[in-house]
């Protein structure tokens, strides 16, 4: 069965500095990639996916994610902080045979230091 | 454009009682799902319809939870019987299709929280 994992609760970093979100996945078939945002008592904002081709995925607000097939992590990644940024991150994954559901990792909670 | 819409916001019940939550799904999307968001967890899969019907519904924890879409477009999640640990944020999603072959994203309403007392 798929399966995502997050294996930090939280992540502190300094404003200006650059960040690392990480995740890792386990599918059967071809990995679908996700990573949203969520802000308080707000839903999910979508950040940016991986399908197929480059490993390097840019996204909103600055993201970016690197797909490691060999070491099944899709990690995010900005490279200057803001405060703003601080909120809690999700990865998701979507099995590539058609099943439409994202499993989701129990998120990572970001904050940005000024 | 508009995004999702759940109403309402939140909701608060007594155990025992029945409860409906709505979504409104971006307009001309096809593909509607709904999830669950226990407090400190990532959300879980409940069930999801392609246009009326539901396509998939492995993620409903049991015969107390239903949901409807009729005319392809509004559902509604309903809930028999609440329990306390029912108590969680509802969210609902849509996507353009349902089997994007590109990885169609989904978009997330607000979300609904459910306090079951």
């Known amino acids: 069965a798929q399966s995502v994992a997050q294996p930090e609760d939280q992540v502190n970093v300094a404003e200006g500095n650059p960040l690392t979100v990480k995740c890792t996945y386990s599918?059967?078939?071809?990995?679908?990639l996700f990573w949203y945002v969520q802000y308080p008592n707000r839903g999910l904002q979508f950040l940016l996916k991986?399908?197929?081709?480059?490993?390097l995925v840019k996204g909103s607000y600055g993201f970016e994610a690197e797909f490691n097939k060999s070491q099944t992590s899709f990690h995010l990644k900005k490279p200057s902080a803001l405060v703003s940024d601080s909120a809690l991150y999700f990865c998701a994954v979507r099995e590539g045979r058609g099943y439409n559901k994202l499993i989701f990792g129990a998120g990572t909670r970001l904050a940005v230091h000024p | 454009g508009a995004g999702v819409s759940q109403t309402p916001s939140n909701k608060v019940t007594e155990k025992g009682k029945y409860v409906e939550l709505r979504c409104d799904p971006i307009s001309g999307h096809t593909a509607l799902y709904w999830y669950r968001q226990s407090l400190g967890q990532g959300p879980e899969f409940l069930i999801y319809?392609?246009?009326?019907?539901?396509?998939?519904d492995s993620g409903l924890p049991n015969d107390r939870f239903f949901a409807v879409r009729p005319e392809g477009s509004v559902s509604t999640l309903k809930i028999q019987r609440t329990e306390r640990g029912d108590s969680a944020v509802y969210l609902c999603a849509s996507s353009l299709f349902p089997r994007g072959g590109l990885g169609e994203t989904q978009y997330f309403g607000p979300g609904t929280r459910l306090l079951v007392l």
């Open positions: 319809f392609q246009g009326t019907g539901a396509a998939d």
């Open positions: 599918v059967s078939g071809n990995p679908y």
């Open positions: 991986y399908i197929t081709g480059d490993n």
